[in-house]
């Protein structure tokens, strides 16, 4: 299903609380974020631009472009930066349904619909990238994803407990997700504009 401008906002402000209390069971059995009524959400409810201080004058932009089918002209830098927010949003959003181990049995997908440059994502080589990062900050050795990590020294130290046992079909899904959170953070964050194709437990369509 994919998810509606008016239901969106629910989802990336509970995320910024960890609190999904106010969603109550989530029956579907796939959520689709897809970035046109990510935009529509945005102009429906400016919650998330003034929480982080974003310009909405910026998102109207990629709106009324959107709104138009394309006969509109958009800035192509304010479709980027809209972008860049997309995705950054979907990252707090996945590393919080991790931790939380809410959505278990719910398949989640991110969808984009530009003619834009892809950039194809293997998750099982990233996420290996990942792992790597998480033990080796504690000696503070270089490798590529600490940066996008947003854990704390104590957090690092217990990461593989965070999720529980990896014997659970459930606890492994939470794993994936952060990880696809810190694959996602980072790839959006150094490309700009670019359409993040991956393979993995979040699928990118």
Known sequence: MIVGYKRYLSFLIDALTDDYSDL????????IFDFEQYVFSQMHLGVLCHHYGRSLYTI???YRWLSSKGKEEVDQNSLFQVLSWYYLDHSVFLRSIALCGVFSSVAVSLRVSLE??????????????VLQSVSSSRISTVVGYEGFLDLNYTEIREFDSLFGSMDSPSSSLRKDRFVSSVIIRKFSSENPGII??????????
């Open 60 to 62: 109207y932009d990629v």
């Open 196 to 205: 993040i194709d991956m393979d993995g437990v979040v699928k990118c369509i």
């Open 24 to 31: 109550g069971g989530v029956e579907e059995e796939e959520l």
């Open 116 to 129: 834009l440059e892809k950039t194809k994502i293997s998750f099982k080589e990233e996420s290996l990238k």
